[in-house]
């Protein structure tokens, strides 16, 4: 079955993407996002043709985000937002993962750009892959990779 033709992005523009999410991961790690997110983001690990290539135009931004992934703190984040929750998530698996589901959305800042993976729902076995090719590390143990991101504020807006 053909393929049909993905959308093409400025690599400019998706730099700057990649700064704005790694702003709004750092207001999730500080408690200072939509949400009061209980999981922390740990590691953030970009791959894909934004690392493997030079091109002026990609098709996406591959992101990992590794979450500390506590059980019970998903669970309270449930109780805390009951409302919010249930009315848009309204299957129990949907609504146990919500903390998650909506801090993604947040990440993504209603950007199509981004595609995000996530230890939460697919397991460690997406890190192997983000990290089995080029990789850049953007945080690690929750802490902002300035040096890494300093190629991308370099970068002409175009």
């Known amino acids: 079955m053909a393929e049909g033709k993905k959308r093409e992005y400025l690599r400019a523009t998706c ?19 939509d949400y009061r997110y209980y999981n922390r983001i740990e590691e953030i690990i970009l ?34 937002n009951e409302d919010v929750v249930y009315q848009k998530f309204p299957s129990l698996v949907d609504a146990f993962f919500a903390e998650w589901h909506l801090a993604e959305r947040f990440l993504k800042g209603r950007c199509g750009i981004f595609s995000v993976h996530s230890n939460v729902v697919e397991g460690m076995e997406v890190r192997k892959i983000a990290c089995a090719d080029k990789h850049l590390y953007l945080m690690r143990n929750g802490i902002v990779n300035e040096e890494a991101l300093a190629r991308f504020r370099k970068s002409p807006a175009k």
Do not use: C, P
């Open 15 to 33: 730099e700057k993407k990649i700064l704005e999410f790694i702003e709004r991961a750092s207001l999730i790690n500080a408690g200072k996002a």
């Open 47 to 80: 791959f894909g043709s934004m690392v493997n290539t030079e091109n002026d135009t990609v098709h996406d931004i591959d992101i990992y985000v590794q979450w500390t992934d506590d059980r019970m703190l998903m669970a309270k984040f449930m109780d805390e």
